[in-house]
């Protein structure tokens, strides 16, 4: 504990399209929304305060079906 919220902004960065191709401008903005969902169900898992995304029924929808 740090005291202070923590807030995780990742949602479609290039790093997403890195992890998904290798390149940081080939993977779609679907596969970035997808494995950014994936990434804030861990997040939310790790006790993250707050998750800056872009698709948010997307995200809420996998954080639910994960029951956080």
Not at 4 to 27: E, F, H, N, Q
Not at 49 to 65: C, E, M, Q
Request: net charge positive; aromatic share 4%.
């Amino acid at each position: 504990e740090i005291g202070y919220p923590v807030m995780v902004g990742i949602s479609r960065k290039s790093v997403i399209s890195y992890l998904l191709s290798g390149d940081t401008k080939t993977a779609s903005r679907e596969d970035r929304d997808r494995l950014t969902a994936e990434l804030s169900v861990r997040f939310a898992n790790l006790g993250i305060d707050l998750i800056r995304v872009h698709n948010v029924g997307l995200t809420v929808s996998a954080i639910n079906k994960a029951k956080i």
